[in-house]
Every structure is written in structure tokens, then in C-alpha cells.
């Protein structure tokens, strides 16, 4: 069975978007996983067909409506985990991405407005996913990304080239920098090491810089890194 991503969204026509393209795109055409988008509108029930009312207790903007996100969802085949897109939700980490990449699929709820009436997540077994600490229009930008991140670890997806445990992430660090071709550029040349053929000590180089650089860059994933392996 494919990988099964079902949206829902006030925009379906934003999708598959970026994801019809190279490698994503390839992998839609060859049928290696599917994209279904379910218009939220379509399950309004007044006149109007409104979807958002204003905030409970006052303020700025738009919140979408639980009783019409509901229906939208309930109208959706269960059977595969429902993630809704928020800036609230536990952080999208490449481990979560694995673990869905693994399994039958997605639906993928995107918020809108000021987001989605917080009694859906009490009422429905709903895991909030935030892409990172900044805020977006809305949230199918972040279903993009999250499905991207799924779509090139499906198997037949990537040619074995980049699948490996080398990647950025996947060993708790970030990856090494790369290079290639021309071997000098602008008066910078390829690190002599990289054109040594001494393999050992390429992967000793690599691992160092990938320590290095996720000790500056990044002192969270450092600080963690650390304290798995002491
Ligand atoms: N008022 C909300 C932000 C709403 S932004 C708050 O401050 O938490 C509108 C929609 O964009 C959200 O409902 C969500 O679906 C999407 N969105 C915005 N930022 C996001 C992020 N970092 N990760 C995932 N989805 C995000």
C-alpha cells in the first residue's frame, strides 16, 4: 500500500504544489503515494457557509470552527495518525518524520485564521505538529513540509545516494559541509583531505566538522548529543 496523504484545507488547490515536482512529484506519478485534499468548506452547514466565527473572549482574528472541522474530518478513512498543523504543536523532528514514513499514511489538518477551536483536540485524537518557532499564514505550507520530509524517505523514492544515517539529524548532529568540483574556486580550494583517497581520515575530518559545526550552530542539539553518548 502507498503512503496516503489526505489534507484537509480551505485551499486544495495549493496541492500537491511543490510536491507534482522531482523527486516528490516522480515518486506521485509512479504511484509510490497519494495525495487527496478534502475541502473543509464543503462540510459548513449555514447559509454562508462560514467556516471561522470570532474569538471566545475577544481579540483579533478568525478561529475555526470545531463543529465543521469535525465533519470534515469524521468524513475522512481512519487508520492513519491525524496531525494538525500549529505553531502550538510539538516540534516536527526527523525521528516523527521516520516513524511516519513508515506507516500506512497521514491526514493532515491546516489551520487557518487564528487556528482550529482548541475542543477538537479533546474531542478527537488529534497530534498538534508545529514545522518551528515562527508563525505562518496558514498551514498548508507546513503540511508541504512535513509531507516532503515523509515523501523522500518512502522506499524507491531517493536512490540509495542519500538514504543513509549521514544526514543531518539522523546521528543527533548535522551533517558534515560538502564540495565539489572545480577543486579551486574565487582562491578557495577543496580541504586537501577530501582529495586525499585516505578514507579513514576523511571520515575522521567529517566527523569532526560535524561536531564542530553542531557545537556553534546548533548548542541545543549539541547539548544533547552529548549527554547521549556520556
Ligand atoms: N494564532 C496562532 C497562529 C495562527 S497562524 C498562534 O499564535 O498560535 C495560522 C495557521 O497557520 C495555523 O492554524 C497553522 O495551521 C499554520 N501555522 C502557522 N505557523 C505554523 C507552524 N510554525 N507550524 C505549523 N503550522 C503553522
Known amino acids: ?49 462560514s467556516v471561522d466565527d470570532t474569538p471566545a473572549g475577544g481579540g483579533a482574528g478568525m478561529v475555526l470552527r470545531a463543529d465543521v472541522v469535525a465533519a470534515a474530518l469524521d468524513s475522512v478513512a481512519g487508520g492513519r495518525p491525524v496531525l494538525a498543523m500549529t505553531p502550538r504543536g ?87 559541509p560538502h564540495y565539489t568540483r572545480p577543486v579551486e574556486w574565487e582562491g578557495r580550494t577543496i580541504p586537501e583531505v577530501l582529495r586525499s583517497g585516505d578514507h579513514a581520515k576523511i571520515a575522521a575530518w567529517r566527523k569532526q566538522r560535524a561536531e564542530d559545526d553542531t557545537r556553534l550552530r546548533r548548542p541545543d542539539l549539541w547539548e544533547r548529543y552529548r549527554n547521549a553518548r556520556d
Open 1 to 49: 500500500m502507498p503512503f496516503a496523504a489526505t489534507i484537509l484545507t480551505l485551499y486544495p488547490e495549493m496541492f500537491p504544489g511543490p510536491l507534482g515536482q522531482s523527486l516528490a512529484g516522480r515518486a506521485l506519478g509512479e504511484g509510490l503515494w497519494s495525495c487527496d485534499t478534502v475541502q473543509i468548506r464543503d462540510f459548513a452547514t449555514d447559509r454562508h457557509r
Open 90 to 176: 510539538r516540534p516536527l523532528t526527523q525521528a516523527r518524520v521516520r516513524a511516519l514514513a513508515a506507516g500506512p499514511g497521514v491526514t493532515l489538518l491546516c489551520g487557518r485564521f487564528e487556528g482550529f477551536d482548541e475542543r477538537l483536540f479533546e474531542a478527537r485524537a488529534i497530534e498538534p505538529v508545529s514545522i518551528g518557532d515562527y508563525v505562518l499564514s496558514g498551514g498548508e505550507t507546513a503540511a508541504i513540509v512535513l509531507l516532503d520530509a515523509c515523501i523522500r524517505l518512502l522506499p524507491g523514492v531517493m536512490g540509495a545516494a542519500s538514504s543513509g544515517d549521514d544526514e543531518s539529524f539522523e546521528s543527533g548532529l548535522l551533517e558534515y
